[in-house]
């Protein structure tokens, strides 16, 4: 998988892809992450990519025309599954989401920042747009870090154990159920005799009546 993430502000990006999961997904070679600093698409002197809305208003928006030329230039070497465009209204990302974006080949994300973009940037160039919740940040690039660690961690050969996401909280719109390790008793605190069974049709119905409890309990919305 390849995605391009475009911001104003990519070193903001280092960080999450340098540590954990995302850097042992590059080193592997199964993802490939590249920044752009839209600044370096500018028309002029000051790489300047915001200016004033028209109508007036409090808040600067990002120009359509250096959007524009990142984006053509990217797409004049492949072709991409998605452009997508982080902003508070977009779809909030859910885990199903996440399933079906692991399976693209290539990927564009936009970050948004100051009070947004040009409403036609968004109009024709942007295939999708996702939110992170429903909450503003000051830019895009901690929603595309979230929205990559989600969708990276699902691709084949990255986790050590790739049943482990199966498992996952959300992946069969229940919450995943308590879990337990050493030691067995810890100041009286025991773990639940099932546990230490060794008998797995039994361990896995226990998990699977304290994860409906525990959505019941804590997302009953899930459940619809």
């Known amino acids: ?17 340098s540590f954990s999961i995302m850097k042992r997904a590059i080193d592997k070679g199964l993802a490939e992450v590249h920044f752009h600093n839209l600044h370096d698409y500018a028309n002029n ?5 915001d200016d004033y809305q028209f109508g007036g208003g409090a808040g600067m928006v990002m120009m359509i025309e250096p959007i524009d030329k990142c984006i053509s230039a990217l797409k ?10 982080l902003t508070p209204d977009g779809e909030t990302l859910h885990q199903k989401m996440a399933n079906s974006l692991s399976l693209k080949e290539n990927l564009i994300i936009l970050c948004g920042h100051f009070k947004g973009v040009d409403q036609r940037v968004r109009d024709h160039f942007i295939t999708k747009e996702i939110s992170i919740g429903d909450y ?18 699902l691709i084949p050969g990255v986790l050590s154990d790739e049943t482990s996401a199966l498992t996952d909280s959300f992946q069969d719109n229940l919450l995943a159920p308590p879990i337990y390790t050493r030691p067995a008793n810890y100041k009286g605190w025991e773990v ?7 008998n797995t049709p039994k361990i896995e119905q226990w998990r699977e009546e304290m994860a409906y409890k525990h959505t019941l309990a804590k997302r009953p919305d899930l459940l619809k």
């Open 1 to 17: 998988m390849r995605i391009d993430i475009i911001s104003v502000a990519p070193e903001l990006m280092e960080s999450p892809f």
């Open 192 to 198: 639940p005799e099932v546990l230490l069974s060794g």
């Open 45 to 49: 002197a000051y790489k300047q990519v």
């Open 76 to 85: 004049a070497q492949r072709n991409y599954d998605e452009v997508i465009y």
């Open 136 to 153: 503003v940040l000051s830019g895009g690039e901690l929603g595309a870090a979230v929205l990559c660690d989600a969708i990276v961690r």
